[in-house]
């Protein structure tokens, strides 16, 4: 659902449920990744959901991703996870050892995560669909937040971009073996390792999200308008995935891109250099993506160091500006 659609229809939950607990932390009043909810000074559950059609063909790698995307809005939130729930609409003419590949690739990223698979609900539907409830744990002085970025902090993105339309152009046999394997890794890692290093930097870590179906673009919006900044993203900083340009160019463009770019339209400034295909792949919707963080500019350097130290290929790819909306340059 876009971004501006899904708003519309939470707006009259958010005015009945908005201010239903001081101990609800996160909730519908201010969207974020994740519920948080406070259980104690130094304890908060950490709650959100996420399951989706296959990206892929590969069941086994299906279920990882389909699991690394759902455990990720618990990093986001700077938690870690205890245990999830298998969400599954399943065809009732389709082989259920299918299923099982699924399930298992599904289960082993848990298990990877150091969280357990605990139960599930599952029904008959017209197309496979894969997911989690996830819930996890996290203090609740330090919390992550979309809000609360500031002028001046650096923007750190910890993943590559491009894996919309990658898998658009499996789906019509386009994609390269090499091209193809590259996303699926991507899509699979965990964001626990970027999470730790980020937990160690404390309070200089500002803002926090992930990327996934609203693209860099709308995150990044949804960044901004929560911290009350303008964010500049530099487009010579970000990270692609090996392919994605050449399939953007090949017009092998998913059907949320329009929805993000359209959603964002009155929200973006963009430099005269940008091209079309760039703002495609500005706005590509990514699943399983990277966390997208603002921390203090003094730690900027470091964070980067550490981050690569921990085997995460983070980039800085901008800086938050007093204003509003989004410049890219």
């Not at 809005?73 to 729930?85: K, Q, S």
């Not at 203090?139 to 339309?165: E, I, Q, S, W």
Request: glycine content about 12%; proline content about 5%.
């Amino acid at each position: 659902m876009g971004i501006d659609a899904l708003a519309h229809v939470l707006r009259p939950l958010a005015a009945t449920f908005g201010a239903a607990s001081a101990d609800l932390l996160v909730g519908l009043g201010h969207a974020d990744d994740a519920a948080v909810y406070r259980l104690s000074d130094e304890q908060a559950i950490v709650a959100t959901t996420d399951f989706f059609p296959p990206v892929v063909d590969d069941p086994f790698a299906f279920g990882a991703i389909a699991a690394a995307n759902a455990l990720s809005d618990i990093y986001a939130m700077g938690g870690e996870p205890l245990f999830c729930l298998n969400l599954v609409g399943w065809p009732a003419d389709l082989d259920l050892a299918i299923l099982g590949e699924i399930l298992r690739g599904g289960a082993e990223k848990v298990r990877e995560a150091g969280a357990v698979i605990a139960g599930g609900h599952s029904l008959t539907d017209a197309e496979p669909k894969y997911g989690l409830a996830a819930i996890g744990t996290v203090h609740p002085a330090h919390l992550f937040t979309k809000g609360g970025a500031r002028p001046g902090d650096a923007l750190l993105l910890t993943k590559p971009l491009g894996t919309g339309v990658i898998t658009t152009a499996a789906k019509a046999e386009a994609a390269s073996e090499e091209h193809l394997a590259a996303a699926i890794a991507s899509m699979a890692t965990l964001n626990a390792a970027a999470a730790r290093v980020l937990r160690a930097l404390g309070s200089a870590v500002h803002a926090c999200t992930d990327i996934t179906g609203y693209s860099l673009l709308g995150h990044a919006w949804e960044m901004a308008a929560q911290s009350g900044v303008a964010l500049r993203i530099e487009l010579a900083s970000i990270a692609w995935l090996p392919g994605a340009r050449h399939y953007a160019q090949a017009g092998h463009i998913p059907g949320g891109t329009g929805r993000n770019a359209d959603a964002l339209a009155s929200h973006v400034i963009y430099a005269g250099h940008i091209t079309d295909v760039d703002r495609l792949l500005l706005f590509d919707p990514q699943t399983s993506g990277g966390l997208f963080v603002a921390v203090a500019p003094e730690v900027g350097a470091e964070a980067l160091a550490a981050l690569g130290a921990a085997g995460v290929p983070a980039r800085r790819v901008g800086e938050a500006l007093a204003g509003e909306g989004l410049r890219v340059e």
